[in-house]
């Protein structure tokens, strides 16, 4: 038999005293002064979920018939009433009644608000297994409004209708009239302030009803019982209660009562808590550690009877060492204690030197009561280095790399690592290098402690121990030994299976996290296969990855850095990508560049490592295939930037090198090679906070008209960028530059970009699209001339360049590999531009399931408009757009505050 809950009532009395208290509150409290008519019409109308015909979501899972509905409906109307019928939801629908009746429930035969009203056998159209549906609302003793399931629009429906009473139909009454609820706790919150959690309930009155509260006898108000909450609804209380009844240093009695709304009932004690004052200062001692000079400890305090901030004194092997105040903001306390504030926190120094020390901590307390420990901790002062061994490879160029991190506990100056392979001096070198974890765990000592070095790796293995040097002894402390096998080293790279090849020129997921994402957008069935440094991995299974139509997969190499990446897809091509999470919540997405996209010529707008906090890269990648996919040698590379050349360089078949021009900045940057590469430009801002890679333009892909799906110079912590470089040797370039079909900007005011220069105008005020850049070799601007066009985007701490789509690009179907409005910190937008005169429609599926018009999918572009999609709580993948013509899509991703843009892969 299906049962409602039960209701449980309280009336336990802690002591003869409490019973006074409470038989005296009880009769000071008011009943209900209505008059009849009033309590009539309080009783006479309970308020419908909706009108007509719709659906709510408390039956969903039930069967969807008249007896799943009235079986969930009724605990709504009447908490803690039981349903007492038979069967798993009271069986036939006739028979609830002669159930009820059986049961000793309250029945009769008029209609009464809440009621549940039952048709015998073939009453009023029932059928043969009867009908039920509750009592909405009576309008006389014959005539009344039900609400009701699988009546008049079928099963898994509500509709609500108004009936004249006849014979057959019998109804079901609830049988309690006074509140009825509960007090849950009794907590401190602030000084002199408790707050008390609970609630309560009429059964037979359909609003929420008052509360009134006592503090150790003393009456502290009432307060109205309409919190929502997920075990009863809209019947909870959290009330605050303050006043000097609440003094320190004692245990105090909340008692709760329920005021009867409709003089039916009576009123009801609900139940008490007790509650400590506490009046000694509270807190905790949560951490100490090395500092330069001594150590350096953290927590947190309070005084329960101030929100002001109080002192802490620390004692350093007994003895005073330091005093400060527990003022810094710490939001967490705040959360434990919002009657506080956040300004509870405390960090000092306290002089030290080398050994073993007890640091004991106490709160100072204000007024009455007592100074309390917060704690003590035993630490080791060290004055030799500390650090680790982070990881030993072996890279795509046969060389050993190594990195860690190392302290020298007395200054926050970097020092030097020895690395010694198979027990010989290999390397010496500073470790300068920024590590934001390390600055993040050793505060005092900033970030500037990493090391990464590389040395020649010898055949077979390879034991690599590392050493910080002491400034004062010159002595070494072993920060960490490992192992790497020399299998690369005389063996040439493995080639890459048949299929559709996609490049990257790196992977990564040592400085970051690093996925690499393959979507089966086709209708047959693909298999993957990975090769990196010039071996084929499994990809972390047993064998290859097999997908079928509209599966996704997102392959996590933990610890593995190296390139080039080349990934395969046999039976056809597929929307895959290359997703980097860089210093915890950077994030870029770089689609596959597939084989017929590689040159020996490419372009990118800018180089700059003399911007405050930037490093940049140019990494150049040599697959061993070139772009027909057939196999190539070595190859020989030179970097042109801003006319001044760099290198050759020679890579190697399955060989990967980055290389970086400290203090350069120019425009624009040119790589010729004697084969193809894989080429792109990785850069890092705010500090190494922030990840963004470009892909290399190929000379190919150079076009005298780039679009992109939107430019915003307007939105609250953006800064946007339209660069535009002439790569011309000899020839000026001229340029106009729309937005949402309207010249926004040209060469008039500024003049022509020189050969070998480029330009980098902000739009103020501008936030649409689409964005397009035309340039030309004449002022009249009638003939074409190629250029290198970028967009880049601050936006908070975060940077993104969004390359330029030539116009010849456009197309009518683009896909990427993953969707997210899922995930925490997620947000995520589908542009699609129409840069045409005329008005398209686009269709979006993901997942293989076409989006629900309610997020204007399928919809229309206007001419010279985007069209914005976004679906809230979706995420999955592949992802596609299809339009009636050709357009223009990227998908916008801000990351936890970071903002990232990828292009859609065209599939047509």
């Known amino acids: 038999m299906g049962r409602g809950p039960e209701k449980t009532a309280r009336f336990r009395f802690p002591s003869a005293i409490a019973l006074l208290i409470v038989l005296v509150a009880l009769a000071w409290l008011p009943f209900s002064a209505r008059s009849s008519e009033q309590n009539s019409a309080a009783r006479r109308e309970y308020p419908v979920t909706a009108t007509g015909v719709t659906a709510i979501p408390f039956w969903a899972g039930l069967g969807g018939y008249c007896t799943d509905y009235v079986w969930a409906r009724w605990p709504q109307i009447h908490p803690g009433e039981r349903l007492l019928i038979d069967g798993p939801y009271g069986g036939d629908a006739w028979a609830w009644y002669p159930n009820a009746v059986h049961n000793g429930m309250s029945t009769g035969q008029m209609p009464e608000v809440g009621s549940v009203a039952v048709w015998g056998i073939g009453v009023g159209g029932s059928g043969s297994l009867g009908h039920v549906a509750v009592v909405e609302k009576v309008y006389s003793s014959i005539s009344f409004q039900v609400s009701e399931m699988n009546w008049s629009c079928g099963r898994s429906c509500i509709d609500h209708r108004n009936i004249t009473l006849q014979p057959g139909i019998n109804f079901i009454y609830a049988t309690n009239h006074s509140p009825i609820g509960n007090v849950d706790s009794v907590t401190w919150v602030a000084p002199l302030t408790v707050a008390v959690r609970g609630w309560a309930a009429d059964p037979d009155y359909h609003g929420s009803i008052n509360v009134r509260f006592f503090a150790d006898g003393v009456y502290m108000g009432q307060a109205l019982a309409a919190y929502a909450r997920p075990d009863v609804g809209p019947r909870g209380f959290n009330q605050v209660l303050s006043g000097g009844v609440f003094s320190p240093g004692r245990q105090h009695s909340v008692c709760a009562y329920g005021i009867d709304p409709d003089g039916i009932g009576t009123n009801s004690f609900l139940g008490c808590g007790a509650v400590y004052m506490p009046s000694d200062t509270i807190g905790a001692l949560e951490g100490a550690s090395g500092a330069p000079g001594g150590l350096r400890f953290w927590g947190w305090t309070i005084d329960p009877k101030t929100s002001s901030p109080i002192t802490v004194h620390a004692y350093l092997d007994g003895r005073i060492a330091a005093a400060a105040q527990a003022k810094t903001d710490r939001p967490d306390v705040a959360r434990s204690y919002p009657g506080y504030g956040p300004d509870h926190g405390y960090s000092a120094i306290v002089a030290a030197a080398p050994g073993t020390h007890t640091l004991c901590v106490y709160g100072i307390n204000t007024g009455a009561g007592a100074n309390s420990s917060l704690g003590c901790r035993t630490i080791q002062i060290s004055d030799s280095p500390v650090g680790h061994l982070d990881s030993v490879a072996i890279g795509s160029d046969r060389q050993l790399h190594v990195s860690g991190w190392v302290i020298e506990p007395d200054t926050s100056n970097s020092i030097q690592v020895n690395l010694y392979v198979n027990d010989q001096p290999a390397v010496t070198e500073a470790a300068s290098g920024e590590r934001a974890d390390v600055g993040a765990a050793y505060p005092d000592y900033g970030p500037d402690h990493g090391y990464q070095a590389s040395t020649l790796a010898s055949p077979g293995e390879n034991d690599v121990c590392a050493y910080g040097i002491d400034v004062h002894s010159g002595a070494g402390s072993l920060l960490g030994c490992q192992a790497a096998q020399n299998s690369l080293a005389n063996y040439p790279p493995a080639p890459a299976p048949a299929g559709d090849h996609y490049y990257w020129p790196w992977f990564d997921s040592g400085g970051g996290n690093d996925w690499l994402m393959m979507a089966n957008n086709s209708t047959g069935v693909r298999s993957f296969n990975l090769n990196m440094n010039g071996r084929n991995l499994n990809l972390g299974l047993a064998g290859d990855i097999a997908m079928q139509p509209g599966q996704l997969s997102a392959v996590d190499l933990r610890r593995v850095a190296g390139g080039p990446v080349v990934l395969t897809s046999a039976g056809g091509a597929a929307a895959v990508s290359q997703r980097t999470l860089w210093a915890g919540s950077s994030l870029e997405e770089v689609p596959g560049i597939k084989s017929t996209s590689l040159s020996s010529h490419y372009f990118w707008p800018l180089y700059d490592t003399v911007g405050s906090g930037t490093a940049d890269w140019v990494m150049l990648a040599n697959s061993g295939l070139n772009h027909a996919d057939k196999p190539q040698g070595t190859v020989s590379a030179t970097i042109n930037i801003g006319g001044q050349s760099h290198g050759p360089y020679t890579i190697a078949p399955g060989q990967t090198v980055a290389k970086a021009f400290p203090g350069i900045t120019g425009s624009p940057v040119e790589v010729s090679s004697s084969g193809d590469v894989i080429a792109s430009q990785r850069v890092l801002t705010g500090s190494g906070t922030a990840f963004n890679e470009l892909p ?148 979006i599926k993901i997942g293989g399931r076409t989006m629900p018009a309610s997020s204007a999918n399928p919809g229309t572009i206007a001419a010279n408009s985007v069209a914005i999609a976004v679906f809230p709580g979706v995420a999955g993948g592949p992802v596609e757009v299809s339009a009636s013509g050709n357009v223009l899509a990227s998908q916008r991703i801000i990351w936890n505050g970071h903002l990232n843009e990828v292009l859609g892969t065209v599939t047509n």
């Open 696 to 843: 290399g333009i190929s000379a190919s892909q150079l076009s005298s008209d780039y679009l992109w799906t939107w430019y915003d110079q307007k939105g609250d912590g953006m800064e946007d960028w339209v660069m535009v470089a002439n790569p011309s040797a000899s020839q000026d370039m001229y340029y106009e530059i729309d937005i949402g079909g309207k010249m926004v900007l040209d060469d008039a005011a500024a003049g022509p970009v020189l050969p070998g220069k480029s330009i980098a105008p902000q739009l103020n005020g501008q936030n649409s699209g689409p964005l397009e850049v035309r340039t030309f070799s004449d002022v009249a601007h009638t003939q074409t001339l190629n250029a290198v066009a970028s967009q880049r985007i601050n936006f908070g701490s975060s940077f993104e360049e969004v390359p330029g789509s030539p116009s010849t690009t456009l197309a009518g179907n683009f896909v990427w590999s993953w969707y997210d409005m899922r995930s925490t910190g997620a947000s995520d937008w589908i542009l699609i531009a129409n840069p045409g005169s005329s008005a398209l429609t686009y269709e």
